[in-house]
């Protein structure tokens, strides 16, 4: 057990639980150990938070939390790389950003964050050829995503929903 | 900057300890220039401005206030849990 100083407080770490992202983060680049920091107050919101840096913690989010339907192709070597096999093997997390006018909080989903827990490497994925951007509204993908539920919960208006793409 | 005029079809050779990886010139249109890369898959090759957008976004997510964080978890439906 190691106590470490970091953006959100001294936390207890252990060696397990350390991520190493080999290549950094986009931005950076020069920082690869990590830890998922978990915070029932804050849930379902969790911290990705830097072991070498004590000013650089990540707010991140699972985003099936957030767009109920989020879906990505893996390219093969980042399976291989990552040690993968079945979707139990591996965190998704999408990285938040929050300005200070709350209604402007935007997700990522163009970049998520693929976690293995079987090698404990992890890396920031920039999708090819997707729909998905650097800048989600929370707002407006939480409303998409409960019309979402409620058409499937059986009331089938033919009305869809036009304000997403 | 190194600066290269390459013409259609060549190409430059980048060598990083044992790594290769060739950039070739495929096309050039008006502006426009088409190339094509060789190098191993795990070597990652972005637009520049899809890299900058997320390195943005990265550095603007870090700055958040931490103490924002507790009313923000609210708006999210209760309590509902999921990794992926």
């Known amino acids: 057990m190691n106590i470490i100083q970091t953006k959100i407080g001294t936390i207890d770490i252990e060696k397990h639980q350390i991520i190493t992202f080999e290549s950094g983060l986009p931005g950076f680049e020069n920082l690869s150990k990590f830890i998922v920091y978990t915070d029932d107050s804050i849930a379902p ?36 790389y990552l040690e993968i096999s079945k979707e139990e093997d591996l965190v998704i997390l999408s990285v938040l950003t929050i300005p200070q006018q709350s209604q402007e909080i935007s997700l990522n989903l163009i970049a998520p964050m693929l976690i293995s827990l079987i090698n404990k490497k992890g890396i920031q994925l920039i999708l090819d050829n997707t729909q998905y951007k650097s800048k989600h509204l929370l707002k407006e993908e939480l409303e998409r995503s409960q019309n979402l539920l409620k058409q499937s919960a059986g009331e089938d208006n033919a009305g869809s929903d036009e304000k997403n793409q | ?82 990794e992926n």
Not at chain 1, 49 to 63: G, K, L, R
């Open chain 2, 1 to 82: 900057m190194l600066v290269l005029t390459r013409k259609t079809n060549e190409y430059v050779e980048i060598i990083a300890g044992d790594r290769h990886i060739k950039i070739t010139i495929l096309d050039s249109n008006r502006g426009t220039v088409k190339i094509g890369f060789d190098a191993e898959k795990d070597i990652k090759i972005y637009r520049g401005e899809v890299y900058d957008e997320i390195v943005s976004q990265n550095i603007s997510s870090v700055n958040t206030d931490i103490k924002s964080l507790k009313d923000i978890s609210r708006i999210f439906p209760g309590g509902k849990k999921g």
């Open chain 1, 45 to 80: 919101i969790l911290w990705l938070v830097s072991i070498e840096d004590s000013e650089i913690a990540f707010p991140v989010i699972p985003p099936k939390n957030v767009r109920i339907d989020y879906s990505f192709f893996i390219p093969q070597e980042v399976v291989d």
